[in-house]
């Protein structure tokens, strides 16, 4: 005999600020929620040291300590929260169908709904220097950290749209922003392009990269290499934002949901909803324009809203072909 696989109501897959947020209107709509944590329990919320633009922490919070209070407030009301990675998925196409997730290489879940919120990974330079220092000083968000470094110099790499724009708005608060682009011209679009040449505290060096950050506990200072020249140069700074992308967690559904050339997962409309009948993406999983906790956790209550509406059409449709 084979061992009966358990159905779950409502699968999530995936924690951090959407993922806990659906937990919670989840489970406070008895759906029952069941949630795999993933690689990074909390997502990258967890790296952060101080979160100042979450409503309702008047005095800030700690990364870390806010996914505990979330985490908290979704088992509050059932959710049962487990440590462990969706590694492969069997998602149905049929309205009704059940889905069927592997967890860690071995067991097999059935679900008959699932809210992905796997989130997108920053990419970073992978610079030892850089990695001792995340959180000390190294961020990938400038719109979260920014603000912690008003009136200092600081410096950002990359040379996309993303970058121009982080750039252009730590140079609002910061005293100088020096901005390090790899080629000899910025791949930015030309608006943005002039954005950044027409800021007096931006400092624009052209190949240019990281040699090393410079600082034991915090950043206290970039040494740059021209990569043209071979020439380095040591800077003073306190901060260093990298802002070469990101890369969103969606390997495990490609072949199975639609997904942009980024790999972005596509929902419809204004809602959470993917191409697949019962599944629903909330997060930076499905955001590539605002990629804030509070923009993730408003999308994680769409999904489970998305989600019991769906459960609501599913059960009508199967009442009426039992009385047809």
Excluded at 94 to 111: F, P, Q, R, T
């Amino acid at each position: 005999m084979t061992d009966k696989i358990e159905r779950i109501k409502c699968l999530i897959i995936g924690s951090g600020p959407a993922g806990y947020t659906a937990a919670i209107y989840a489970a406070r709509a008895d759906m029952h929620p069941v949630m795999y944590t993933g690689m990074e329990p909390g997502g990258q919320l967890t790296t952060t040291t101080e979160v100042d633009n979450f409503p309702g922490y008047p005095d800030g919070v700690d990364g870390p300590s806010m996914m505990i209070d979330l985490q908290k407030q979704a088992e509050r009301f059932g959710t049962q929260v487990r440590i462990g990675m969706v590694t492969e998925v069997e998602l149905s196409t049929e309205h009704g169908g059940i889905h069927k997730a592997c967890i860690d290489n071995a067991d097999w879940v059935e679900a008959e709904t699932v809210i992905i919120s796997t989130g997108a990974t920053a990419k970073y330079l992978g610079l030892p220097s850089e990695q001792r220092l995340r959180g000390g000083g190294v961020s990938a968000c400038a719109v979260c950290d920014g603000f912690f470094y008003k009136g200092q110099d600081v410096a950002i790499v990359g040379g996309g749209d993303t970058a121009a724009e982080e750039a252009t708005y730590l140079a609002n608060i910061c005293n100088k922003v020096t901005m390090l682009v790899r080629g000899d011209e910025m791949r930015a679009s030309k608006a943005m392009q002039h954005r950044v040449t027409n800021t007096r505290n931006i400092d624009l060096r052209y190949n240019t990269e990281v040699d090393e950050v410079i600082g034991e506990q915090v950043v206290e200072g970039l040494r740059m290499v021209n990569n043209k020249t071979g020439e380095k140069e040591v800077i003073d700074i306190t901060g260093l934002f990298i802002a070469i992308g990101h890369k969103p967690n969606t390997e495990i559904f490609k072949g199975q949901l639609d997904m942009d050339d980024m790999g972005y997962l596509i929902t419809k409309g204004k809602s959470t909803k993917t191409n697949l009948p019962g599944v629903f993406a909330s997060g930076d999983v499905q955001d590539k324009e605002y990629r804030q906790a509070i923009t993730a956790a408003g999308t994680g209550c769409m999904a489970a809203l998305d989600a019991e509406r769906y459960l609501t059409t599913v059960e009508e449709t199967t009442e009426k072909e039992i009385t047809a």
